[in-house]
Structure formats: C-alpha cells, structure tokens
C-alpha cells in the first residue's frame, strides 16, 4: 500500500519526480509523452464510444445498450489511468538508468476490446427490439 501511495503522490508531483536519477535525453521524456498522449486518444475515443453506443442505438435492447456503453466507458476509464501511471514508471526508469517497464495492459486492452466488439455484433445481429 505505501508504494502505491508513493506512486499515486509522483503523479501529482513532478519535482519529485525529478530528484530520482538523472536527467534522460529529452527526446526519451518526449517519446515517453507521445506515448501518454496516444493513451489518452484511446482512452477518450474509448469513452465517446461508450457515450455513441448509449445515445445513437436506442433500438438496441436496455440491456445490451447499457452494458456495451459501460463496458466501453469502463474501459476507457481504466485506460486513462493507465496511461498517467505507465508515464511515471517509465520517467522514473529513464531517470534512473533501468529497463522501461513491461506491462500486460495493452493485451488486457485489447482483449476487452476485442470482447466488447463480439458482443456488439451479437447485440447488432440479435439484440434490436422486435
């Protein structure tokens, strides 16, 4: 738990982020925000396609419209933070002079995306009111 409290608070502060290490090449920290920011593209057009699927298909059975767009707002949810976390550890690394960080995220990503558009097409084929 304190670690990641110690995480939770580099977020918020970036001067502390900087006593860690050296400074990397800035073209690294750069990257490392393109990076951030691509996340955060997926995490928000992962957000308007909860929003879209709620809206814009009232045919779609209650059910079947409710789950996909909080499946998708979920998702995009966590891929928001994903995104500010996955900045600092590899800020950090870089600072520090270590390997960047693995994560099983973007396969976990991809798979609930995966799942969720199956399940649209199922509700797209056998979920519309009749």
């Keep these: 738990m304190i670690g990641f409290a110690r995480a939770l608070r580099l977020w918020f502060s970036p001067e502390e982020l900087r006593r860690e290490g050296g400074t990397p090449d800035y073209r690294f920290s750069l990257a490392n925000e393109r990076t951030f920011l691509a996340w955060l593209r997926t995490a928000l057009a992962l957000i308007g396609g909860g929003f879209a699927v709620d809206q814009f298909l009232p045919d779609l059975r209650w059910g079947w419209r409710v789950g996909l767009a909080l499946a998708l707002l979920a998702a995009g949810v966590l891929c928001s933070l994903r995104a500010v976390n996955h900045w600092v550890r ?31 097409v199922a509700a797209v084929l056998f979920g519309w009111e009749g």
């Design 90 to 120: 590899c800020e950090r690394a870089m600072r520090r002079g270590e390997d960047l960080p693995v994560s099983r995220f973007p396969a976990l990503l991809g798979l609930a995306v995966t799942v969720v558009a199956v399940a649209m």
